[in-house]
């Protein structure tokens, strides 16, 4: 089987799944190795690069951005990459673990 690489961006980011933006129309339904680049929190630190089993949920064209938009849904990754990605939701947007969520004017006022 062919190996192909493709560029995206993401958004939408959370412990099941993600929204990747690309030039390329990423079929729905299939399965697929992703790595999800995290930036460092930390000015001049070392990116980390989480490896992440997927499978694409639905593909749409956005016209006006002239990109793909895939859903992704995780099927899986090891412990220590969704440690990182909890730790990062948790830092950069104060997301709570699945389960534990309260929204953020709650916990200020708390």
Same mark, same amino acid.
């Given at each position: 089987?062919?190996?192909r @690489?493709?560029?995206?961006?993401? $958004?939408? @980011?959370?412990?099941?799944?993600?929204?990747?933006? $690309?030039?390329?129309? /990423? =079929? +729905?339904? #299939?399965?697929?190795?992703?790595?999800?680049?995290?930036? $460092?929190?930390?000015?001049?630190?070392?990116?980390?690069q989480?490896?992440?089993?997927?499978? +694409? &949920?639905?593909?749409? /064209?956005?016209?006006? /951005? !002239? +990109?793909? #938009?895939?859903?992704?849904?995780f099927?899986?990754? &090891?412990?220590? !990459?969704?440690? =990182?990605?909890?730790?990062?939701?948790? @830092? #950069?947007?104060? =997301?709570? +673990?699945?389960?534990?969520?309260?929204?953020?004017? !709650?916990a200020? $006022?708390?």
């Amino acid at each position: 089987m062919q190996q192909r @690489v493709f560029d995206g961006i993401t $958004s939408d @980011v959370s412990l099941g799944g993600m929204c990747i933006y $690309s030039s390329h129309n /990423l =079929c +729905a339904s #299939r399965e697929m190795e992703t790595i999800l680049t995290i930036p $460092s929190l930390h000015t001049g630190g070392t990116p980390h690069q989480l490896k992440i089993r997927v499978r +694409a &949920s639905h593909t749409v /064209l956005v016209g006006e /951005l !002239d +990109a793909f #938009r895939t859903g992704v849904q995780f099927l899986g990754m &090891s412990e220590a !990459d969704r440690q =990182c990605l909890q730790h990062h939701l948790e @830092v #950069r947007f104060g =997301c709570y +673990a699945i389960g534990k969520y309260q929204p953020i004017s !709650d916990a200020v $006022s708390a």
